[in-house]
């Protein structure tokens, strides 16, 4: 055996031996693009996309690439070289039995390959370590047909939204044993018996356990390296190109009906993208298409309940409007018509006296989201996310079957390599009885509580931020309305700032916390992966969830509620509290919702559709030198040029989509069209991130999951939360409560306004009175609404005569007023009322539908009939073939391979 001084390490060249046994060559030779298709032509080997898959020799498939700058040899990591960590970490591998081979030559001239190959004798013994489930049995292909499957069938020999691929047939599995070889599917096969997903993912756990570091357990791992810039990537191989003359593979395949624009009304081909991209990554694509699905029918509801709106908003039934837009009508002269709907400021300083009237758009806009249509899609919306979750859990339970991820966490899933390495305790498998490492359950309560203070402490510096931007608008729009040759544009500066100023604090606390959590989440020492994970999701959607709805939930439920009134208004700072603009509260609400949900959609969007391209080409750019301009790239050099998913990117795929779902379900009362909007954007997101997965990404690592992890307990919480939020809003934020009972209260309430069981007189019963000496920051002297309504009605009158003469300004709210017009500041008899019937209306509200909601859940059964057969006819299948067996053997302990799992 010959050897080659590449970092004091021996790597695979070539041989016309056995290619399952480790040759090695001597000598610094580099293979140049001539040269190696010379050789492949010498061996008969024609065809350059297997030649991008394979070793040089053309038998020996690539599992995997390191990718290195040998030129950069900083130190870092307790000193070490990264040429002398490398060397080490690759020893490590050559002793476990991987094959490697070096790519010298690149475009860029500086960037050197690893290629990794697993030899076949290698992989079953770390597959059996890995208790990889493999197939025993071929048991055909199960179609299922639905409802809306055999309505299709009906009128076409077709369904036209499957996809044009063919179906995998589905498989018995059981974890592979060594000893059992020949029971499993294509035991006599080296070349099928692992598909490239599997053995790309026995590639990883050998390299996720392979040390480069004596006698320190942190170092241990590719990860490691990846972190401390020893490799500069490591990635699994695509399975050839995708463009029109590449030749098929299944990468083009899922391009061209799954990735492809052109496919957007085609179901997703669920089978081969968790072949091709592990499970992980198909339960995601498989819960974004159930999600899009299921809101069709809630788009189709709200868009009705707006168009119900539509047709209302210029009826007579629409009295609070029509009575606005008469105020447009008065002759503002008439101080006792017109006088009681001129409106108080609404801040200090900067803010004029202004007529309800203008409001009259504003009033008509509000009744599109403030009527009795809203309140049932409310309640719809409810059982709409009940229904989901559980027909969720449902579709989740059918793919784990089908899948063989049924039980994975608990048997199948393996102690992380960082896990194994640092704790030192070990403890007696209550399960298996075996010798596993093992943290005191006292250190780890103690890590969790420690992480959960710090999550605390940042979330409750978003809260800070939202009052410090709030008391920044206060003090600034005060400040800059004391200078007269900028009050007119006081308002606008403020509001800019003030925006720029929390979304730099918000850009930064999130990449703060990113961090913080990441760096949190390994200390806490998890044991799994999907604990791992888990435990970073949690942490990272609180402090998300109060980034993404901070602003909303203080429009919904606090801005405009605790201001006082004129005379005895609340401060904070000093400074008057912030009040709903002149539209009210609601339709503050709405804006902001349509704004930060669409506009967010919309950026997301166009960041997935054109950053990774970006970046893919600037990256090929940068890594081709000038005279390597005309030279194909390889197979390895493709996928290098190509964008990495982070260790955490499903989180923010997941992320974007559980956000969408809040805005869907916490606040649909205030925007109906929220389930319209998130059904465009969620059928352009399957294409976009299909597109950007299979074209943009370098090939991840096929990981196995059971669900989709702690994201169900967060939506399970989101959709409960929406039950309370959307009573609160239809009670307290919108005036439908206070508008039924001024229709159906007793006459003394109404104080004579209109007539009973119709809002007529509504609006200035509404309304409650003060004095304009009440407002010394606001002085009449100063008010243009006063000056415009002097130069059109009072022509040469003094500004302050002409206000004495309406002598007070209205604001809303239900206070007691004097003979005089005076407020007095205690509230109505009317608003005790409300505050009681808005009281009762959220506890009515939440019981029945929670009451509902779980009646739902308890009807609905977590796994579907069908699938509760099968997996009983397998366990019965199981105890007969244990049964015969036993009278085989006399006996004897079973044969655990003549039971399908």
């Not at 002598?807 to 509230?827: A, P």
Request: glycine letters at 6%; a negative charge.
């Amino acid at each position: 055996m010959a050897q080659i001084g590449f970092e004091g390490l021996a790597v695979a060249e070539p041989a016309e031996s056995s290619p399952e046994s480790p040759q090695f060559i001597e000598g610094d030779h580099r293979v140049t693009e001539g040269e190696r298709r010379n050789l492949l032509k010498e061996n008969g080997q024609t065809n350059f996309a297997k030649e991008g898959l394979f070793f040089r020799d053309g038998t020996r498939r690539i599992d995997y690439v390191l990718a290195y700058d040998p030129s950069d040899t900083s130190d870092s990591d307790w000193n070490q070289p990264r040429e002398v960590k490398r060397g080490a970490f690759l020893e490590g591998l050559k002793e476990r039995g991987v094959e490697m081979e070096i790519e010298h030559e690149s475009v860029d001239l500086k960037t050197h390959f690893i290629k990794l190959h697993c030899p076949f004798d290698v992989c079953l013994r770390w597959a059996e370590n890995m208790g990889m489930q493999l197939p025993i049995e071929e048991i055909g292909t199960i179609t299922s047909h639905g409802l809306i499957d055999r309505a299709i069938s009906c009128c076409c020999s077709k369904n036209i939204f499957d996809p044009d691929i063919e179906e995998e047939p589905d498989m018995y599995t059981a974890p592979f044993i060594q000893a059992k070889l020949d029971k499993f599917l294509n035991h006599d096969d080296p070349e099928k018996f692992f598909n490239n997903s599997q053995r790309s993912r026995i590639c990883y756990a050998i390299m996720a356990r392979t040390s480069y570091g004596d006698k320190n357990p942190t170092k241990i791992g590719v990860e490691r390296l990846l972190g401390n810039q020893s490799f500069l990537a490591a990635y699994p191989l695509h399975e050839g190109g995708y463009a029109e003359d590449d030749p098929d593979n299944v990468r083009k395949t899922l391009v061209e009906v799954w990735g492809s624009w052109t496919a957007w009304y085609k179901l997703q081909p669920l089978d081969q993208i968790r072949s091709y991209f592990g499970e992980k990554i198909g339960i995601y694509f498989t819960w974004l298409g159930y999600y899009t699905a299921m809101l069709i029918p809630v788009a189709i509801i709200g868009t009705i309940c707006f168009i119900i709106g539509l047709g209302f908003i210029n009826s007579p039934d629409n009295q609070v409007a029509t009575d606005t837009c008469a105020i447009s009508d008065y002759d503002r002269s008439n101080v006792s018509l017109f006088g009681p709907f001129i409106m108080c400021p609404l801040c200090d300083g900067s803010c004029d006296y202004w007529s309800l009237g203008d409001t009259c758009r504003a009033a008509k806009v509000s009744f599109l989201f403030d009527n009795g249509a809203t309140v049932f899609f409310a309640i719809c919306m409810a059982f709409w996310a009940t229904f989901f979750l559980e027909f969720w859990k449902r579709k989740q339970a059918e793919l784990a079957f089908d899948w063989d991820v049924m039980d994975f966490e608990e048997e199948e899933e393996r102690p992380r390599a960082q896990f194994e390495a640092s704790v030192k305790t070990v403890r007696p498998n209550p399960i298996t009885g075996q010798e596993e490492a093992y943290q005191p359950r006292s250190r780890y309560i103690s890590k969790i509580m420690c992480a959960f203070s710090t999550m605390i402490f940042m979330i409750a510096l978003v809260v800070a931020v939202l009052l410090s931007v709030i008391i920044y608008r206060v003090a600034v729009l005060t400040a800059l309305n004391k200078h007269s040759a900028i009050r007119s544009t006081a308002s606008f500066i403020t509001t800019i700032t003030a925006a720029v100023i929390q979304l730099l604090a918000i850009l930064i606390l999130n990449k703060v916390y990113e961090i913080l959590a990441i760096k949190l989440t390994a200390w806490e020492l998890h044991r799994t992966q999907t604990e791992h994970d888990d435990s970073f999701t949690f942490k990272m959607f609180l402090f998300q969830f109060a980034n993404y709805y901070g602003s909303i939930f203080y429009i919904a439920f606090f801005k405009g509620r605790f201001v006082g009134y004129p005379g005895s208004y609340n401060r904070l700072a000093g400074f008057r509290l912030d009040e709903c603009g002149t539209s009210g509260c609601l339709i503050e609400l709405t804006q902001q919702l349509a704004i930060i949900m669409v506009g967010k959609q919309v950026l997301n969007n166009t960041i997935e559709i054109f950053v990774p391209r970006l970046k893919v080409w600037l990256r090929r750019r940068d890594n081709v030198e000038a005279k390597n301009k005309d030279r194909k790239l390889t197979r390895w050099e493709e996928d290098y040029d190509l964008a990495d998913l982070p260790e955490h990117g499903l989180f923010y795929e997941y992320l974007e989509m559980v956000i969408q779902f809040g805005f869907v379900t916490l606040f649909v009362a205030a925007f109906p069209l929220a389930p319209l909007f998130a059904l465009m954007n969620n059928i352009l997101e399957i294409r976009v991130d299909s597109n950007k997965f299979a074209t943009q990404l370098r090939r991840p690592l096929a990981r196995r999951a059971e669900d989709i992890g702690i994201w169900y307990s967060i939506l399970d919480g989101v959709g409960n939360l929406s039950v309370i939020t959307n009573a609160v809003v239809i009670a307290i934020t919108s005036d439908i409560i206070p508008r039924s009972a001024y229709m159906f209260g007793v006459d003394e309430k109404r104080n004579g306004f209109g007539n009973k069981d119709t809002l007529e007189g509504y609006l200035q019963f509404s309304l409650s009175q003060a004095s304009f000496n009440r407002f010394t920051e606001n002085p009449v002297e100063n008010s243009d609404f006063f000056k415009k309504l002097r130069d059109e009605h009072f022509p040469g009158m003094n500004v302050s005569v002409v206000a004495d003469q309406y002598g007070t300004c209205s604001f809303r709210g239900f206070r007691e007023t004097s003979d005089s017009g005076e407020v007095l500041g205690e509230f109505k008899r009317f608003f005790w009322h409300v505050l009681a019937a808005r009281l009762a209306f959220i506890i009515v509200f939440e019981h029945v539908v929670f009451g509902i909601k779980a009646l739902i859940a308890w009807l609905v059964p977590d796994i579907p009939r069908k699938l509760h057969n099968r997996i009983e006819r397998e366990k019965f299948l199981a105890k007969q073939a244990l049964r015969a067996f036993e009278e085989r053997q006399g006996g004897s302990d079973p044969d655990p391979m003549e039971t399908p799992a």
